[in-house]
């Protein structure tokens, strides 16, 4: 029962925060780089959260910075998930010559060391939200493509498979009908579970500078709070209201991957009462 | 067991990824926008001396056309020379090897210390799953392990150094070093708050895959089997389970030790810690390609290595696994 319940909890959260991003411009009092006041007031005042060493609001820029939080967060994660299982069933079901060439490839690739190389990749690309999303997607997908490779492969030999090929059901019908459903399970687990990876990884980059310092995210807030010394200082308001954000919704993303994980895996959860 | 003409290959495809790791990070390193002279040099002073701008270019070889440059840099890194760093003059291994050391004080300890007690914590907690005390510490575990590292270490920093003034708020020594020299307490005394956050971390890591593995294990046959024969549950726990169990923990363990290598940039950025994490972000700033190529060369045979040695040391501990055993 608590399995559930803590999905639909960790689901409603999630909705919380897509809305909250979607509606930004309808909450947001201000825009997230427009100078509204005296620097570093105190909560109050038309500002909800105070404002910063420059004199934006805060309140705004948390409300702003929810939309690119979760591009970079939800967005890797879809890019990631979809050219792993597309590139994974496909592999795995036709099998031959470019199987194994791809295979030999994913085997030279495996172990370059992805967080070096995403650090160089993201300054090398003028470092915006979105060549940051695809270049964490895109990374990721190659340990993606191996997870649902294997069990591609052995769901294009079960005998409900065979079946449908022998009474000449065609390639895109076996895969879209009989093989994606059944990876279903795999897939959504995984993509639940990279998502709350590539927003933490996200937030940490942009927490240690090295992306666009411009662009206004949960990650760049706490770097400029915490670079500014809003701790020693006193100003919790400046940044905590960031560092909340973040911790909530990557705890609603884990709490909904362990459970997913629990409702798809019945071994795991077989003790849990 | 291992099949002698696959691990030929293994070793084969682990050469080949180092080159194809190194020919990358060269290529993306020299077409980066920016440079050493535009990036941090003109930002100090806004007048440079054209002919100290020439002599700079062609002391580090950056006149060549850039694959003759690739060409030196694979023959100099073949013959064990990994460059001069352009912001220190100095030559780069033995640079990366003090900032190595500084990484290895706080993360050898807190690797160590995490992997052994999220070990033991994760077999109590599977081999107990279901109780109360196990749920208890699975959520604790994964609320734990759901926050970012960076905010635990900014929290810890504002609760244990600022509020109850327990810790320094950062660094590695007090500014006594100066008069008094390095006291290793006193690097201790630095090192206490940045290690026991990554220890725990890195066992709610653990612990997490250490029982799963243990849930795994004991819904296998043979433990029904030991219990049905009569075996005390004792002997069923150390004699059967936990070996099993603990396989797994093999692959994990292998690659976080070589993840040390790395360094943590967030912890070390939140503690002003000296260390590997810190001198990869500084040289990424100015554009110190050596250094950065030193540093990159290094990881990349660490987790290169980390691999192949996972595997061997997979199939040696469960014959089951055959090294390669489908092809």
């Known amino acids: 029962m608590t399995r559930n319940i803590l999905l639909l909890l960790s689901v409603a959260i999630l909705c919380m925060y897509f809305a909250i991003a979607a509606c930004a411009p309808f909450i947001a009092p201000y825009t997230a780089s427009e100078i509204t006041g005296a620097p570093l007031q105190p909560p109050g005042n038309g500002h909800l ?12 820029q948390l409300v702003y910075g929810a939309q690119i939080t979760l591009v970079f967060g939800f967005g890797s994660a879809l890019l990631s998930v979809a050219i792993s299982t597309w590139a994974g069933t496909v592999l795995g079901y036709y099998g031959g010559r470019v199987d194994e060439v791809v295979c030999r490839i994913l085997d030279v690739m495996m172990p370059i060391p992805t967080f070096p190389l995403l650090i160089v990749l993201t300054a090398f690309f003028n470092p915006g939200v979105i060549q940051v999303s695809i270049l964490m997607g895109v990374l990721g997908s190659i340990h993606g493509i191996r997870l649902i490779r294997a069990p591609a492969l052995s769901l294009s030999q079960t005998p409900f498979v065979e079946g449908a090929k022998s009474i000449g059901a065609s390639d895109f019908h076996i895969i879209s009908r009989h093989i994606l459903p059944n990876l279903m399970p795999i897939v959504t687990t995984k993509f639940v579970s990279s998502s709350q990876h590539y927003l933490v990884m996200g937030v940490g980059l942009s927490f240690i500078g090295l992306w666009d310092t411009m662009t206004v995210d949960w990650g760049s807030m706490i770097q400029n709070a915490y670079a500014y010394g809003a701790l020693s200082l006193g100003l919790w308001w400046w940044i905590l209201p960031p560092g909340i954000a973040v911790v909530g919704i990557s705890l609603a993303l884990a709490l909904a991957g362990y459970s997913l994980e629990e409702i798809f895996n019945p071994r795991v959860g077989v003790n849990r009462i | 067991m291992i099949d002698g003409q696959y691990l030929l290959r293994r070793i084969g495809y682990s050469g080949a990824a ?51 440059q690739y060409m030196i840099y694979i023959l100099n890194i073949l013959q064990g020379n990994w460059g001069y760093s352009y912001q220190y003059g100095l030559p780069v291994f ?21 992997i052994l007690i999220g070990t033991v914590l994760g077999a109590w907690s599977g081999w107990k799953s279901g109780g109360k005390k196990d749920l208890a510490l699975f959520n604790i575990m994964i609320v734990f392990r759901a926050i970012p590292e960076f905010w635990w270490a900014i929290m810890a920093v504002w609760i244990f150094a600022f509020y109850l003034q327990w810790f320094p708020l950062g660094g590695f020594t007090s500014i006594s070093v100066l008069t008094s020299g390095m006291d290793p307490w006193d690097v201790l005394y630095h090192a206490i708050l940045p290690i ?7 066992a709610a890591g653990n612990y ?6 243990m849930i795994a294990v004991i819904g296998e046959d043979y433990i029904t089997t030991a219990r049905a024969k009569g075996l005390d549950e004792r002997a069923v726990l150390w004699r059967h389970a936990l070996k099993n169990a603990l396989l797994p923990m093999a692959t994990m363990t292998t690659f976080q030790i070589a993840g040390i290598i790395m360094g943590n940039v967030f912890i070390e950025t939140v503690f002003s810690w000296p260390g590997i994490g810190l001198l990869t972000t500084e040289a990424l700033s100015i554009r110190d390609l050596p250094l950065l190529e030193g540093i990159f060369l290094l990881d990349a045979l660490m987790t290169i290595g980390a691999m192949l040695t996972a595997d061997i040391l997979a199939s040696y501990l469960d014959p089951r696994i055959r090294m390669g055993g489908h092809d």
Request: glycine share 6%.
């Open chain 1, 49 to 60: 959260f105070g404002t910063n060493q420059v004199g934006q609001d805060i309140f705004s």
């Open chain 2, 18 to 68: 180092f080159f194809v790791c190194v020919t990358i990070t060269f290529f993306i390193l020299h077409l980066m926008p920016g440079d050493y002279i535009t990036n941090y040099l003109l930002s100090l002073s806004n007048t440079l001396p054209k002919e100290a701008v020439e002599q700079f270019y062609q002391q580090y070889g950056l006149d060549r056309p850039l694959p003759e």
């Open chain 2, 94 to 114: 033995p640079m990366i090897m003090e900032k190595l050391s500084w990484s290895l004080v706080i993360l050898l300890p807190a690797t160590v210390t995490g």
């Open chain 2, 196 to 202: 026991g956050l990554m220890a725990s971390f890195i």
């Open chain 2, 208 to 213: 997490y895959v250490m029982r799963n593995s």
